[in-house]
T-cell receptor
């Protein structure tokens, strides 16, 4: 079945450092790929998405590129802030999968120190 | 603004009790979902529904049931709570089939003693 593997944390960085959170997936066909973020005490919210190979999703300074050849969707940010501290989830969905939910990775806890 | 509301933030129940977790969305979304979130396991799909009175099993439905009598409300039921059901429960909704953006509630932390 479908699966998502992401680096487990916690990942601790200093403010203004470069961030990469790795995500790889296993799925048949051509899934859509997502990054969700969960701030402390809140539910998940969509950070960015990409629906086909070589698409780049971006939002709030975060970027991720859909790489079909390496089945990856790594999350990057050039300069992190303390406010970026959260848990980040990589997820996939097949097209038409809105009713079937998403398959999530286990989440990566990111801690940014001032 | 889009809103998914879960009735309780924290809930403590005893083993064997029947537990109801309620979720309401105000966006006229067709699809609703229940996930549980556990450390080291991420989110796992329990049940989902794509229409009133319709329900589909997710990856871990055992020990749970759901009810969707109205479009805006999706209830998760633990018929006889057990300690291994202690978890964070997250409700989500999406506009329609093929629209993958999920909107999440803030979660209910359930402890079964």
């Amino acid at each position: 079945g479908d699966s998502v593997t992401q680096m487990e944390g916690p990942v601790t960085l200093s403010e203004e450092a470069f961030l990469t959170i790795n995500c790889t997936y296993t799925a048949t066909g051509y899934p859509s790929l997502f990054w969700y973020v969960q701030y402390p005490g809140e539910g998940l919210q969509l950070l960015l998405k990409a629906t086909k190979a070589d698409d780049k999703g971006s939002n709030k300074g975060f970027e991720a590129t859909y790489r079909k050849e390496t089945t990856s969707f790594h999350l990057e940010k050039g300069s992190v802030q303390v406010s970026d501290s959260a848990v980040y989830f990589c997820a996939l969905s097949h097209s038409g999968g809105g009713a079937d939910g998403l398959t999530f990775g286990k989440g990566t806890h990111l801690i940014i120190q001032p | 603004d889009v809103k998914v509301t879960q009735s309780s933030r924290y809930l403590v129940k005893r083993t064997g009790e029947k537990v109801f977790l309620e979720c309401v969305q105000d966006m006229d979304h067709e699809n609703m979902f229940w996930y549980r979130q556990d450390p080291g396991l991420g989110l796992r799909l329990i049940y989902f529904s794509y229409d009133v009175k319709m329900k589909e099993k997710g990856d871990i439905p055992e020990g749970y049931s759901v009810s969707r009598e109205k479009k805006e409300r999706f209830s998760l039921i633990l018929e006889s709570a057990s300690t291994n059901q202690t978890s964070m429960y997250l409700c989500a909704s999406s506009l329609s089939r093929g629209r993958e953006k999920l909107f999440f509630g803030s979660g209910t932390q359930l402890s079964v003693l």
